[in-house]
């Protein structure tokens, strides 16, 4: 009895399902906008529990990151001193308008703590 699928379309089935390409397509920005007027841009990892790369002007590390059912937080440490907190976002899925919508707290301080805490409004895309 034959399939009546062609090794193209096999091929092509066998790539949509292939995990790597599942995880690219399952990869979102998340962009945010922080109180200095620019803009903020984490990519979601394919993988929970990985952790994103973040572009601050002071090198800091995404120590906790959570983009799923509804819930985006993202908490960031300074890498020369882990224990000082350079940023916070927490935020929920405003269905209505599509963002997600909370409060930021971020150090822009450099050998000073110069906190900001604003509200904040993310868009997701892809």
Do not use: W
Not at 43 to 60: F, H, Q, R, T
């Amino acid at each position: 009895m034959k399939s009546g699928l062609t090794p193209v379309v096999l091929a092509a089935l066998g790539l949509a399902f292939h995990p790597a390409a599942m995880a690219a397509k399952a990869q979102r920005k998340i962009t945010c906008p922080l109180p200095s007027g620019e803009s903020l841009t984490f990519v979601a990892p394919a993988k929970l529990g990985e952790l994103p790369k973040i572009d601050l002007d002071y090198p800091s590390k995404v120590t906790l990151f959570s983009f799923r059912d509804g819930n985006f937080l993202a908490v960031a440490m300074d890498e020369a001193e882990p224990s000082r907190l350079r940023l916070v976002i927490s935020a929920q899925l405003n269905k209505a308008k599509g963002s997600y919508d909370g409060q930021i707290v971020i150090d822009e301080g450099g050998n000073e703590l110069q906190l900001s805490n604003a509200p904040v409004s993310c868009k997701a895309g892809s």
